[in-house]
Nanobody, 118 residues
Framework: QVQLVESGGGLVQAGGSLRLSCVAS????????MGWYRQASEKQRELVAT???????GYADSVKGRFTISRDNAKNTVYLQMNSLKPEDTAVYYC????????????WGQGTPVTVSS
């Protein structure tokens, strides 16, 4: 079992920045693939960014060049640095984790809301 706790969401003006954090516990963090998802009101949840145990990253086209995912295995923490925020980035952001051999994310945090005002 893995427990995930996100923090760092809030209200920010368009063009501003936020950094989300997700602390994991319960399993060896360094072996997990981590992801950030988001779900806007009345929309499907979408994958925003991923990072492997080796540090390889991937991003949705909508956030490339603006968001950066990183991890600190010593702190069991994954981060999402969000710059140049836009109103369309408004959503609840979720941290997720999966083992390397799993195709789906099995563990989810409770979500942290991000609101970007225009």
């Amino acid at each position: 079992q893995v427990q995930l706790v996100e923090s760092g969401g809030g209200l920010v003006q368009a063009g501003g920045s936020l950094r989300l954090s997700c602390v994991a516990s319960g399993r060896i963090f360094s072996g997990l693939i981590m992801g950030w998802y988001r779900q806007a009101s009345e929309k499907q949840r979408e994958l925003v960014a991923t990072i492997t145990s080796g540090g390889s990253t991937g991003y949705a086209d909508s956030v490339k060049g603006r968001f950066t995912i990183s991890r600190d295995n010593a702190k069991n923490t994954v981060y999402l640095q969000m710059n140049s925020l836009k109103p369309e980035d408004t959503a609840v952001y979720y941290c997720a984790a999966r083992a390397m051999l799993r195709l789906t994310y099995d563990y989810w945090g409770q979500g942290t809301p991000v609101t970007v005002s225009s």
